[in-house]
Structures are given as C-alpha cells and as structure tokens.
T-cell receptor, first 118, second 112 residues
Framework: DAGVTQSPTHLIKTRGQQVTLRCSPK?????VSWYQQALGQGPQFIFQ???????QRGNFPDRFSGHQFPNYSSELNVNALLLGDSALYLC?????????????????FGPGTRLTVL | ELKVEQNPLFLSMQEGKNYTIYCNYS?????LYWYRQDPGKSLESLFV?????AVKQEGRLMASLDTKARLSTLHITAAVHDLSATYFC????????????FGQGTTLQVKP
C-alpha cells in the first residue's frame, strides 16, 4: 500500500515565478492538508481539501492556492514567489472519521517538496 | 489563537538516561499528536492521544495527555542513539477538523 507521495522532491525557482506542487494521498484517504515547514520550525497549516473544496485555511496569503481532484490527489500553487517561501512543503492525508464527523484520525505525511526561491 | 509550546527545544543526553519532553497548549483540545522527524525527512506519526488521561507506549517512548492542565508529555526511557531526532507535538486547532498546530519541536541528541 503506497503511502502519501509528493512531487517533485526538490525545486528551485526565482522570485516572482509560480510553482505547482503535487500530492497523492494514501489509499483510502479523502482529506488532504498542506503544511509549510521553514528550516528549524514546526510545520504551519496552509489549507485542507475535502470533496474538492477548500475546507479550512491557515494564515497564508491568497498567493497560496490549491485544488483537489476527483481521485483525491491535490495540488498546491504559489504565485509571485518570495524568498520567504523557501521551505519544505508537506502534504498530509487522513480519512474522514466514521459517522460523518469532522474529526480526523492520524495525518500521514508525505516526503515533502523542498522549494528554494532565489 | 491556539499556541503550542514545547520544552526543552534542544536536549542532549547520554544513552541509558531517562528524560521528559513537555508540550503545553493554550486552548481546549482533546486530541494531541506526537511526530518524529529525522534530518531532511518527513514526519512519522508516533502517538495519537484522544482523551484526558490517555497514555500510550511504544518501545522506549511513552506519551500522556492531561487535557485539564493542557499538557502532554513524551517520556524517554533508557535512551539509545537511534532515538536522536526532532520530536513535535501537535494539537488539533479547529474542533477536531484536522488543522494541526505544531510546537517548535524538540531536537533530541543521544550520545553514546
């Protein structure tokens, strides 16, 4: 059973460019969350997708946007890149708990995409 | 705004010793997660604590949750070098909807 996969592994961009990161959730998972982890920091929540809609969002500007596809995979797009966007971007997937509640089980993290903005 | 604080942020210890990492959080939550991260790697789930008084153990690691004190602990027993990593606690910051708020992390270095 494949876990959470992300692509690409590494990416180098220059300021002002746009980037798209991709994530495939663990089999059986339908909820995808994205996190940004700057060097030496804990991950910060960017947003969460469920049923192809953004359900929750953290304190990130509109330059950060996303999408979820019918097969539950997801993309993270960042426009007008800044030097401060350099970080490890982590995708996490989880199944919706039974009973239709909104609580989630453990989130399983992918290997991440290391984005460097020059 | 929910805040999660860990201490210590850095811990250097000898093999065979015991120590505890503390995780405090600022608002009510009954779900707390512990993750491990090796350098340059992703996050590995260690424990999910779902209720007050929950205690879970795996090998030399034991985690507990006191929701009234808003405190979780990760206890390390007889540390070995393989436990060297950064440990994060995370609290569900939005009514158990999966928006995890992470602490700063505790970097553990176990010396032979």
């Amino acid at each position: 059973d494949a876990g959470v996969t992300q692509s690409p592994t590494h990416l180098i961009k220059t300021r002002g460019q746009q980037v798209t990161l991709r994530c495939s959730p663990k089999s059986g998972h339908d909820t995808v969350s994205w996190y940004q982890q700057a060097l030496g920091q804990g991950p910060q929540f960017i947003f969460q997708y469920y049923e192809e809609e953004e359900r929750q969002r953290g304190n990130f500007p509109d330059r950060f946007s996303g999408h979820q596809f019918p097969n539950y995979s997801s993309e993270l797009n960042v426009n007008a890149l800044l030097l401060g966007d350099s970080a490890l971007y982590l995708c996490a997937s989880s199944p919706l708990t039974s009973g239709g509640g909104w609580g989630t089980d453990t989130q399983y993290f992918g290997p991440g995409t290391r984005l460097t903005v020059l | 705004e929910l805040k999660v604080e860990q201490n210590p942020l850095f811990l250097s210890m000898q093999e065979g010793k015991n120590y505890t990492i503390y995780c405090n959080y600022s608002t009510t939550s009954d779900r707390l997660y512990w993750y491990r991260q090796d350098p340059g790697k992703s996050l590995e789930s260690l424990f999910v604590l779902l209720s007050n008084g929950a205690v879970k153990q795996e090998g030399r690691l034991m985690a507990s949750l006191d929701t009234k004190a808003r405190l979780s602990t990760l206890h390390i027993t007889a540390a070995v070098h393989d436990l060297s990593a950064t440990y994060f606690c995370a609290v569900d910051g939005s009514s158990n909807t999966g928006k995890l708020i992470f602490g700063q992390g505790t970097t553990l270095q176990v010396k032979p």
